[in-house]
């Protein structure tokens, strides 16, 4: 629940009374999203100075919090940041800021940036015990992963209470004083799938420019539309249908989707070399074999930003697939050099 310091945050020289050893300044905050915070946002959503949208860790006062305030954690990612801020309009509180390096709190629970040791570091950093009455924190529920509530308890004396999964349904949290199943359930809707898709787009962006134009020079117009394609099914097409592909693993899933995408290239392939015999075959199976392990191998990039796949699991899923996505990008790309060989002699 992360905007740049310079656009959402201005310092406040006013700090909490004197504590066992020096605390940080409480900074001030509001719920407004500007202009500014809008463009971080999208810069953000495209990659660009991924690691560079954060916060300054530490707490914040937002609106005209008492001792008896809620007090909410969050990490420094300034989409995680904003929406929690923006979600608590017309409220007083104290926003906990953990250091997790600019990563949004899920990504950072797993990690272990948003977790036991940074919340009782920050605690401690921020006196936040000489701050309020209470000894209540409340973290986002996708942040769990990473918090251990009892060691929390035992190291600070601040109990956690887990709140809703989104940041929109704390007013109602906060107004019945408990988190309702629906707002303990994780939904992954064709949203917030979908703008997930540019970063992905952008950082594969200059590889696949790279690849398409030296397959145009080699093979021609449609074997670089193959790779661009093979690549929008991977970064695009796939977080879109990722819930109705069958199969459970995302690499078999981005297998299927590859293995769909690529029939229009096998068949232009095959009509073209057809008439010389022997090649049709191998020229249909090239696409077949190189373009879905591209949009499978894409597609695993997604296990890191889905309710859908555990730690786990994910690092099976890799040293189970990767090897024969490997295997099968190996053999297209054989058949694709004995068909290259046999077009320069002419026997194509």
Known sequence: MASPPQSCCRSCPETVQPAAEPVQEIRTTDSRITPANHLDHFLARWGVNRMGHRVEPGLY???NPTPDSPVFASSNYTL??????SALSGHDGYIL???????NVWCAAGKGTFGTDEIVRRIALTGLASVVRHRTLIVPQLGAPGVSAHEVLRR??????????????LPEYLAIGRATPDMRRVRFPVVDRLVLAPMELVHAALPTAAGAIVLYLLAGLPAALGAISAVLAGTVLFPALLPFIPTRDFSTKGLILGGIVALPFSATFFMETAASGWAGVPA???PLLLMPPVTAYLALNFTGSTPFTSRTGVKKEIFRYVPFMAGMAVLGAV??????????????
């Open 156 to 169: 600070s004396g601040f109990s956690v209470e887990y709140g809703p999964v989104r940041a929109s349904d």
């Open 80 to 85: 995680s940041f904003d929406a929690l801020r």
């Open 97 to 103: 800021v953990l250091d997790t390096h600019g990563i």
């Open 284 to 286: 249909a199976l090239a």
């Open 61 to 63: 006062r937002l609106g």
């Open 335 to 348: 058949l694709a050099a004995v068909l290259g060989v046999a077009r320069l002699l002419g026997a194509v």
